[in-house]
């Protein structure tokens, strides 16, 4: 009848609140010194980009006094109070390297790089963005300046005065940009192909919760009324270098591709002081030639190339080929398959309506698919 839950970050925290909501005993491993550590270790100026109102965990809301978009530090400190109020308390240091199924007495046996656990039931939450995507660009070894994946990045000041190539251009990528420019560096970003942007605010209003309306519609309405948007709030950015996304941000969600949540980049773009440069052909010794022949001077290469989650390592073969897609996410909260039952999986999706506003929903069914299923090993 013992829930194990993977990770505290706020996926692993939010189904340990609504597990001791109802009164359904867990336990939660963490393989850091912290819960929440990747919001810990985000860069500086970090915030929301979903309001405050709809991005809470279960069960708790945001203090009053917390702005709509809150800050990095602020969501620390909220995940703090969330773990306290519902007396959540993780084992630290406990990084997970196996994930098995015992099929005699089918419990599901966890093992850390120091100890073994057993539970009927086993939620991965781990994160979407666990394991930096570090790709080796052509020459980049040659390159005699700094080459940061965005993991370490903190904040501009390092840069001031030098030219920094950001690679991507995801909600990362364009953020890091805005910083590099407050910071007084000159900031560049590559990008391949054309790039989806929705407002964080359209016409003075935040954008999520008109997301979150039109999200109860068909598929077509939603795609049709967010392109009409994205037509009178951002354009066609062609002549910036942003290309012309083909289908709308909400259509591209959800084939897994992300919309960029813009707050303040796209301006500082079509002012000329960010500059979108193509994709790179080669990194030379100081230098970087990209696909249209530029080459042009760079002090510093930061990679916003994202995340991967890195569940097949734990899973195993046999059982990553059943649940994961071509992508390495899980492909449902839950399967039905004997041979699977009691694995659960959540925080693997990033819906345009937002990653924390889902994250309640999907705790919520699977916390009630644990009580309604809350069997005994055998």
Do not use: C
């Not at 839950?334 to 925080?347: C, I, N, V």
Request: cysteine-free.
């Amino acid at each position: 009848m013992h829930t194990l839950i993977i990770g505290a970050g706020p996926a692993g925290l939010a189904i340990a609140g609504q597990l001791a909501h109802r009164k359904l005993p867990f336990t939660v491993l963490e393989a850091s010194e912290h819960s929440g550590v990747a919001w810990r270790n985000h860069y500086d100026r970090l915030h929301l980009h979903t309001v405050k109102e709809h991005s809470a965990l279960p069960h708790f809301p945001f203090p009053a006094d917390y702005p709509t978009y809150v800050s990095r530090l602020q969501f620390v400190d909220y995940l703090e109070r969330y773990a306290e109020h519902f007396d959540i308390k993780p084992f630290f240091n406990q990084k997970v390297i196996g994930i098995r199924q015992n099929p005699a007495i089918k419990t599901w046996e966890v093992q850390t790089e120091t100890d073994r656990f057993t539970a009927d039931r086993v939620v991965v939450a781990t994160g979407y963005n666990r394991v930096p995507n570090q790709p080796q660009l052509p020459g980049q070894r040659d390159f005699r300046g700094i080459v940061w994946h965005s993991v370490d990045y903190r904040n501009g000041a390092p840069f001031r005065n030098e030219n920094v190539l950001i690679v991507g251009m995801g909600n990362t990528g364009a953020e890091l940009a805005l910083d590099l420019l407050e910071h007084q560096a000159k900031p560049f970003i590559s990008v391949r192909g054309p790039v989806n942007i929705v407002r964080r605010d359209t016409f003075g209003k935040p954008t999520q919760p008109t997301a979150i309306f039109l999200s109860k519609f068909p598929n077509w309405f939603f795609d049709f009324m967010a392109g009409l948007s994205q037509r009178l709030t951002v354009g066609d950015l062609s002549a910036y270098g942003l290309g012309k996304p083909k289908h709308s941000s909400s259509f591209d969600t959800r084939r897994g591709k992300i919309p960029v949540i813009d707050v303040g980049t796209l301006d500082q773009i079509k002012a000329g002081n960010i500059t979108v440069l193509p994709g790179i052909e080669r990194i030379n010794r100081k230098t970087v030639t990209f696909t249209d022949g530029r080459e042009l001077p760079f002090d510093a290469i930061i990679l916003a190339t994202g995340y991967r989650p890195g569940l097949s390592t734990v899973l195993g073969d046999t059982v990553s080929e059943k649940v994961l897609n071509e992508r390495g996410y899980p492909k449902k909260l839950w399967f039905s398959e004997p041979d699977l039952r009691g694995l659960y999986f959540l925080g693997f999706t990033i819906p345009i309506t937002g990653v924390l506003y889902h994250l309640n929903l999907d705790s919520e069914k699977l916390a009630k698919h644990i009580a309604e299923n809350n069997f005994v090993s055998t």
